[in-house]
C-alpha cells in the first residue's frame, strides 16, 4: 500500500471516529457504558475481518512473537485508559479543556516515539504538529464555557498520554500482524477493562428504545471497527508521529458533524482553526518520492 492510499484511509478513519459524539449522544446509557459498547459492538465484525486477513496470510509471513502480542495487550489497556479518563475529565472539567487536552495525542507520540519504537520524528512532523495545535485551540476554544479545573485538566492530560501510548502499540503490533487482528485483540482487552468499570459507575448497560441500540450499533461498527481499525491498517504504512495528527482530524470532523446533526453551526474562527488544522496535515504529508512517511 502507498503512503497516499494510507493516508486517504487514515482521513476517512478520522471521520468515522469523529461522528461518535453524535452516537455517544444518543446513545441513552451511561459514558463507561457507552465505552463498553463502542469497542464491543465491533467484536463481530473485527472477528470476521481477522478470518479473512489470516487465510490470506502469505504462508512465508513472519508469526507473531511475544514481543508482538505484549504490544498488542498494552495498546488494548492503553485505549481502555483513553476512554476512562476521557470520560472522566468530561465530567470533571469543560468540554473545551477536555478536548484540547486530548488532542495534545501526538505530542506525546513525538516525544516518545524514538525511546519507544524507535522512530526519529521528521522536521515536517513537527512543522505540522507545531501548526496543528493552534489550529485546535481555535477550533475548540471558541465553543468554551465556564471554568475547567485542576484534576478535570488532568484527566485530560492523561487522556491524551494514553491514546498517544495506543498509537506507539499499535505501531509495534503492526510489524508482524495484520490490521484487523491487531484491532480484534486490542479490542478484546478493552472490553475486559470497560465493563468493570460501567458495573462498578452503577450505570445501565441497555438503552432504554430502538434509537439508543441504534446508536450504539453505529458507535461499534462505525467508530471503532471502521474509525480505529483504518487507523491500524494506516499504521502498518505510515510513522505513528504522523498518524496520530489524525486526532486533529478528528476534531474537524466532530465539528462538521455537530454542525450537520445537530445544528451547531460553526464560528468564523472555528472555520479558520479546522483549516489551520488541514494547513497542519498537508506541511506534515509523506514525501512523494518515498512509500512511507518520513519518521
Not at 478536548?99 to 512532523?125: H, K, N, S
Not at 460501567?198 to 446508536?215: F, H, Q, R, V, W
Not at 476534531?251 to 474562527?269: G, K, L, N, S
Amino acid at each position: 500500500m502507498t503512503a497516499g492510499a494510507a493516508l486517504a484511509l487514515l482521513l476517512l478513519g478520522a471521520a468515522a471516529m469523529g461522528i461518535s459524539p453524535v452516537f455517544v449522544r444518543n446513545a441513552e446509557v451511561g459514558p463507561f457504558a457507552s465505552a463498553f459498547w463502542r469497542v464491543f459492538g465491533a467484536l463481530p465484525l473485527l472477528l470476521a475481518w481477522t478470518a479473512i486477513e489470516w487465510r490470506r496470510r502469505p504462508a512465508a509471513a513472519p508469526r507473531p512473537t511475544g514481543a508482538d502480542w505484549k504490544a498488542v495487550g498494552l495498546a488494548g489497556l492503553f485505549f481502555a485508559g483513553d476512554l476512562a479518563f476521557w470520560h472522566l475529565a468530561i465530567l470533571n472539567t469543560t468540554i473545551a479543556n477536555a478536548t484540547f487536552f486530548a488532542c495534545l495525542a501526538p505530542l506525546w507520540v513525538a516525544l516518545l516515539a524514538r525511546v519507544t519504537i524507535g522512530e526519529a520524528v521528521g522536521r515536517r512532523t513537527w512543522l505540522g504538529l507545531g501548526v496543528c495545535i493552534p489550529g485546535a485551540a481555535l477550533l475548540i476554544f471558541q465553543s468554551r464555557t465556564g471554568a475547567g479545573s485542576m484534576l478535570g485538566d488532568g484527566f485530560g492530560l492523561l487522556t491524551s498520554l494514553f491514546f498517544g501510548l495506543y498509537f506507539l502499540a499499535v505501531r509495534r503490533a503492526r510489524a508482524a500482524l495484520g490490521a484487523g487482528a491487531t484491532t480484534l485483540a486490542t479490542s478484546l482487552v478493552t472490553v475486559l477493562v470497560m465493563l468493570p468499570l460501567a458495573m462498578i459507575a452503577g450505570e445501565g448497560l441497555l438503552p432504554a428504545t430502538g434509537t439508543g441500540l441504534a446508536s450504539l450499533a453505529a458507535l461499534g461498527l462505525v467508530s471503532h471497527a471502521g474509525g480505529q481499525g483504518l487507523l491500524a491498517v494506516a499504521l502498518g504504512v505510515l510513522s505513528a508521529s504522523f498518524s496520530s495528527l489524525v486526532i486533529f482530524v478528528e476534531a474537524v470532523a466532530a465539528a462538521a458533524f455537530a454542525w450537520i446533526f445537530a445544528a451547531e453551526t460553526p464560528q468564523p474562527t472555528q472555520i479558520a482553526g479546522g483549516l489551520i488544522i488541514l494547513l497542519g496535515i498537508f506541511l506534515a504529508r509523506p514525501p512523494r518520492r518515498t512509500g512511507v512517511v518520513e519518521a
